[in-house]
């Protein structure tokens, strides 16, 4: 299973960027995804995920109102949308995957499979 994460760069101030997260290797698209990030000096923390249906989200309250996640199973990509990015934004993005309940959304530690990585940097 591979997790390729893109889409980071630098951005001002109450700009926008949307990461995409392809996966391969999934034997099926029933896998819940997430989006977490690591700013420099702490702690990784989740930032949202979503079951496979679409369905059921969620989203760490720094970033709710500002960002989106959405997947295309067909594509097997999900997407964070991130509008209204502040400064404290700034941090390394992971994808993650993993088979795993509903309820458990926001712990990374079950989630099974991990991409690199992709750098977002918000310039006050």
């Known amino acids: 299973v591979q997790l390729q994460a893109s889409g980071g760069g630098l951005v001002q101030a109450e700009g926008s960027l949307r990461l995409s997260c392809v996966a391969s290797?999934?034997?099926?698209?029933?896998?819940?995804m997430g989006w977490f990030r690591q700013a420099p000096g702490k702690e990784r923390e989740t930032v949202a995920a979503?079951?496979?249906?679409?369905?059921?989200?969620y989203y760490a309250d720094s970033v709710k109102g500002r960002f989106t996640i959405s997947r295309d199973n067909a594509k097997n990509t999900v997407y964070l949308q991130m509008n209204s990015l502040k400064p404290e934004d700034t941090a390394v993005y992971y994808c993650a995957a993993g088979n795993l309940p509903l309820s458990a959304l926001r712990l990374e530690y079950e989630y099974d499979y991990w991409g690199q990585g992709t750098l977002v940097t918000v310039s006050a």
């Open positions: 979503i079951s496979w249906s679409g369905g059921i989200t």
């Open positions: 290797g999934l034997t099926s698209s029933s896998y819940v």
